[in-house]
C-alpha cells in the first residue's frame, strides 16, 4: 500500500531493533505504535498500531432517548467535543424531518470555524513543531540545524524571523515567541467558540432544530474584533510554515518518504448552507455538494466522487485484527437506506458491537480499533481511507470539486484560493493551495496552517450572512419537533482531524443503534481481514530514518513526525522502550523537547 | 455483550432523559408559545421583558427589532 519505493542498492545486513512508543495518548484511547526499525539501512521495516482502550459508546447508547445524543457524544472526545455534538445534530435532524432555522446554521458555522481556528492552532503550534524546534532538531539532526542558522528566511518580511534557525527557536516550548503567541491565540479563539456554542468543548447551546444562542448584534461584533484580532497570527503563520517546510525538503533530500502514503483520502465535508440543507436523505447529494467544505474521496490524486449518499453507501466497518466477535449474523437494522439502495451488513447502520477482550498478539487481535474501509465499487477494493489529520483532505477535495464560491475563498482550478482582508499591522493577502505531489507528513502539516486560514476567511463569510439576517429582524434559531417511534439518520460532518459520522436508528422513540465514527479509528486502524494495514501503519511501515541518533539514543523523531501529521489528538504522553523489553525512558514527554527525550 | 458478564442495569438507560407530564421544549407548538416569537422568525421586546415591552421596542417600525438580550 505504501507508495515509498525501497531503496534497496547497496543494503547492509539488517539491524533490526524493536521500538514502542505507547501510549503516544489522546483524548480517545490510548495509541501505541509498535515498530521493527533497521537501524543498519536507516528503515523502519515493520509498524503496527493498536488502542488499548474500550470506550463503548456504541454499547450504552442504546435503550437512550435520542434527543440526548448530542450531549452524551460530546463527550467521546476532551477537544473536538463539539465536532461530534454538530454531527450528532445533523443525524438527528435527519431523523425527526426538520432542519435548523438559517440564523441556527450559521451561528453553528460560526462556532465550529471557531473550533478549527482553535484546534489546529493549538496542535500545529503546540504540539506539532516540538517535533520540529530548535531543542529537538539539535538532538536528532545538528547538522540540519547548522545550515539552518545560515539559511535566510524567504518570507521574513511576513513572519519577522531572520533565519530558518530563527524559526526554531520561536518553536521552542515554553520560551520560543510563536509557542507563546499560539497560547494567547487559541484563548482568544475559544471565547469565539463559546460566543456562538456556549461551552468548550461540550456546547451547551446546541440542539437538534437549532442552537440557544441569543443572535444580538453583540454577539457578532464580539466575535468580529476576536477574529481581526487573529489574522495578524494567521497570516504570519502560513508564511513561517512555508518557510522551515520549504527548508526541511532542501536539508534533508528525501524527506517527503516520511509519513509518505498512497493518496487515499475522505473528507465528509462541513459548514452547512442553510439555503439548500433540508436535512432529507433523499436530498442529501446536493445539500452535501453545497457544503462550504466539499465532502469527497481522492484516490491517487482524483476525486472519485462527491455524492454524500455514495459514500455513506460505501462505507464498510471491517475487524480482523481487532477485538470484537463479528456481527454479520445478527439481524440487521436497515436493509434499505431511504432511497430504496441496499445497505451492507458491515455498515455502521447495522452494526452491532461485540467486545470480545484478549491478549493483545500482533500475529492476530491486537486493537480495540476496528477497521474502517471505504468500498469502492469501481475497483471492487476496501480502501484504507486516511483524512490527512483533516485538513489535507478537505483542502483536497474541496479544490478538486471547485464547488466553493464565497467572497474569502473560492475553490477554482484545481486549488483553495483564501483572500484575508487588511487586518491590524499586515495588509490584505492572498493565499493559495493546490494538492502537493505527495501524501506525506510535511504536507500534512502545512495544509493544517493554510485550512486555518481557509476556517478564517469563512467564518469572516459566515458573520456577513449572518448579520444581514439580523439586520432583517431574524432572530429564530429553533424548530419544534417530535421523535418519531421508528426512524434513522446519519450525519457527516469533519472532526477537526478529520471525517466524523453518526448513524442512528430509532425503534421505540429509543436509540436502537447508533455508531459514531470519529476519524481516528479511520487513520489508526489495525490491519483488516483483508490483511491490508491502517494508514499510520501504513504511511510508517518502509519508511526512512532521518534521525542522526543511533539506537542507544534514539528518540524516534521522524516516526513521530508521521504520526503526529495525522493529528492523533494530543500526543503528550510517550513510553518507549528497546529491544528485549529494556526501558530506556519510562516517561517521555515531547513537550519538553531535547532535555527531557 | 458476548462473553462479558454484566450485571442487572440499576435504572433504564433513559430514566434521566424525561419525566412524565414535564413539558417538553422540543414539543410541537413550543415556539408559537413563546412570548414574543412571530411565526415569520422575527421577534419583539417580549421575547425578553414582561415589563412594559411595548416601549422597548424600536421608534420607527423599519427598523429591526432585536430584542435586548
Known amino acids: 500500500m505504501t507508495a515509498t519505493e525501497q531503496m534497496r542498492a547497496a543494503e547492509k545486513p539488517g539491524q533490526i531493533v524493536e521500538m514502542a512508543w505507547d501510549p503516544i495518548t489522546r483524548i480517545i484511547g490510548n495509541l501505541g505504535i509498535y515498530t521493527k526499525i533497521d537501524f543498519a539501512n536507516r528503515r523502519v521495516t515493520e509498524c503496527h498500531s493498536t488502542s488499548s482502550l ?6 450504552f447508547m442504546k435503550g437512550k432517548d435520542p434527543r440526548d445524543a448530542g450531549f452524551i457524544t460530546s463527550r467521546i472526545c476532551g477537544i473536538c467535543g463539539d465536532n461530534h455534538t454538530t454531527c450528532s445534530v445533523y443525524a438527528q435532524n435527519m ?70 534557525a530563527d524559526i526554531m527557536r520561536a518553536l521552542n516550548p515554553f520560551e520560543g515567541q510563536v509557542y507563546n ?33 441569543m443572535p444580538e448584534p453583540s454577539v457578532f461584533t464580539d466575535y468580529l474584533t476576536r477574529l481581526m484580532e487573529i489574522l495578524d497570527f494567521v497570516k504570519k503563520a502560513v508564511a513561517l510554515n512555508d518557510d522551515l517546510f520549504d527548508f526541511w525538503y532542501d536539508a534533508l533530500p528525501g524527506y517527503e518518504e516520511v509519513g509518505r502514503r498512497r493518496v487515499l483520502l475522505g473528507c465528509w465535508g462541513a459548514f452547512q448552507d442553510p439555503s439548500v ?35 455513506n453507501l460505501g462505507i464498510r466497518i471491517l475487524l480482523g485484527s481487532s477485538f470484537y466477535k463479528d456481527w454479520v449474523n445478527e439481524e440487521p437494522f436497515v436493509e434499505r437506506d431511504p432511497l430504496g439502495n441496499p445497505v451492507d451488513m458491515r455498515h455502521p447502520w447495522n452494526q452491532t458491537t461485540f467486545p470480545e477482550p484478549q491478549k493483545r498478539d500482533f500475529g492476530e487481535k491486537y486493537s480495540w480499533v476496528m477497521s474502517p474501509r471505504w468500498f469502492d465499487e469501481g475497483s471492487g477494493e476496501h480502501l484504507a481511507l486516511d483524512t490527512g489529520g483533516g485538513p489535507f483532505a478537505r483542502l483536497y477535495v474541496t479544490a478538486l470539486a471547485g464547488l466553493v464560491d464565497t467572497p474569502y ?43 486555518v486560514a481557509y476556517a478564517a476567511g469563512m467564518a469572516l463569510h459566515f458573520l456577513e450572512r449572518a448579520m444581514t439576517r439580523v439586520r432583517s429582524g431574524d432572530t429564530r434559531t429553533f424548530t419544534d419537533f417530535e421523535v418519531p417511534d421508528e426512524t434513522i439518520g446519519c450525519g457527516f460532518h469533519e472532526a477537526v482531524r478529520g471525517v466524523l459520522s453518526h448513524h442512528m436508528v ?70 518507549m522502550y528497546l529491544g528485549g523489553g529494556r526501558t530506556l525512558r519510562t516517561v517521555h514527554s515531547p513537550m519538553f523537547g531535547a532535555s527531557h527525550g | 455483550m458476548a462473553p462479558i458478564r454484566v450485571g442487572e442495569p440499576d435504572v433504564r ?37 414582561g415589563i412594559r415591552p411595548g416601549e422597548r421596542n424600536p421608534i420607527s417600525p423599519s427598523m429591526p427589532n432585536l430584542p435586548p438580550g
Not at chain 1, 54 to 59: A, L
Not at chain 1, 187 to 206: K, Y
Not at chain 1, 444 to 449: E, L, P, S, Y
Request: aromatic share 10%.
Open chain 1, 54 to 59: 474500550f470506550r463503548g459508546y456504541s454499547v
Open chain 2, 13 to 49: 438507560p433513559d430514566a434521566t432523559a424525561h419525566v412524565r407530564g414535564v413539558r417538553e421544549g422540543n414539543a410541537l407548538g413550543s415556539y408559537e408559545m413563546e412570548p414574543g416569537h412571530h411565526l415569520d422568525g422575527t421577534a419583539d421586546a417580549r421575547r425578553s421583558t
Open chain 1, 181 to 213: 503567541e499560539a497560547l494567547r491565540v487559541s484563548r482568544i479563539t475559544r471565547e469565539m467558540f463559546c460566543l456562538m456554542e456556549g461551552r468548550h468543548v461540550h456546547p451547551s447551546t446546541l440542539y437538534p432544530g437549532g442552537v440557544g444562542t
Open chain 1, 506 to 575: 430509532v425503534r421505540d422513540g429509543k436509540i436502537a443503534n447508533y455508531h459514531p465514527y470519529p476519524p481516528t479509528p479511520w487513520n489508526g486502524s489495525p490491519r483488516d481481514s483483508f490483511g491490508t494495514p491502517g494508514p499510520y501503519e501504513d504511511a510508517v511501515q518502509n519508511m526512512p530514518i532521518f534521525e542522526e541518533n543511533g539506537p542507544e539514543s534514539f528518540k524516534g523523531v521522524d516516526v513521530m513526525r508521521a504520526v503526529r501529521s495525522f493529528d492523533p489528538c494530543l500526543p503528550c504522553g510517550v513510553h
Open chain 1, 409 to 451: 475563498v473560492t475553490a477554482r482550478d484545481g486549488a483553495v484560493k483564501i483572500s484575508l482582508p487588511r487586518s491590524r499591522t499586515l495588509p490584505a493577502m492572498d493565499l493559495k493551495w493546490s494538492p502537493p505531489a505527495w501524501s506525506n507528513a510535511i504536507e500534512r502539516d502545512r495544509a493544517r496552517v493554510y485550512f
Open chain 1, 277 to 311: 440543507v433540508d436535512y432529507r436523505y433523499e436530498h442529501m447529494t446536493d445539500w452535501g455538494r453545497a457544503m462550504f467544505v466539499t465532502p469527497g474521496i481522492v484516490v491517487d490524486g482524483k476525486l472519485l466522487t462527491t455524492d454524500l449518499v455514495k459514500i
Open chain 1, 95 to 164: 431523523a425527526y424531518g426538520i432542519a435548523n432555522p438559517p440564523m441556527a446554521e450559521w451561528i453553528i458555522n460560526l462556532g465550529e470555524a471557531a473550533e478549527y481556528l482553535f484546534d489546529h492552532t493549538i496542535f500545529q503550534d503546540n504540539l506539532v513543531f516540538v517535533d520540529f524546534c530548535e531543542a529537538m532538531v539539535k538532538a536528532t539532526n545538528p547538522g540540519v540545524l547548522a545550515r539552518a542558522e545560515a539559511t535566510a528566511s524567504p518570507r521574513a518580511g511576513v513572519h519577522g524571523l531572520r533565519t530558518i
